[in-house]
């Protein structure tokens, strides 16, 4: 089971930036999804989560209003549309699996992490 994220990059602060994140060995359309980051010298922290269907989503209050999360279950694919980003985004950007019943925004409860991809925000 591997969860490969892609499309980081260097962006100019206020651009938008769409990253991917694609499963493999197995299929998740039946869990739900979550984007989560890490910046340097900080605690991993939760960004966004969908439900099994996409039919309901979650943010954190920093992101909410700027950041989009989408799925493909067709293609076992998860997205996060970053729009109108800061320097305070830059982190890497990992996804996972939401396999427990914690609340949608606790690292506990995820699982088969990604090994993320990196977004920077330049001012």
């Known amino acids: 089971v591997q969860l490969q994220a892609s499309g980081g990059g260097l962006v100019q602060a206020g651009g938008s930036l769409r990253i991917s994140c694609a499963a493999s060995g197995r299929t998740f359309s039946s869990y739900a999804m979550g984007w989560f980051r890490q910046a340097p010298g900080k605690e991993r922290e939760f960004v966004a989560a969908?439900?099994?269907?996409?039919?309901?989503?979650y943010y954190a209050d920093s992101v909410k209003g700027r950041f989009t999360i989408s799925r493909d279950n067709a293609k076992n694919t998860v997205f996060l549309q970053m729009n109108s980003l800061k320097p305070e985004d830059t982190a890497v950007y990992y996804c996972?699996?939401?396999?427990?019943?914690?609340?949608?925004?606790?690292?506990?409860?995820?699982?088969?992490w990604g090994q993320g991809t990196l977004v920077t925000v330049s001012s």
């Open positions: 969908i439900s099994w269907n996409g039919g309901s989503t």
């Open positions: 996972a699996v939401r396999l427990g019943s914690e609340s949608y925004s606790s690292l506990i409860g995820y699982h088969f």
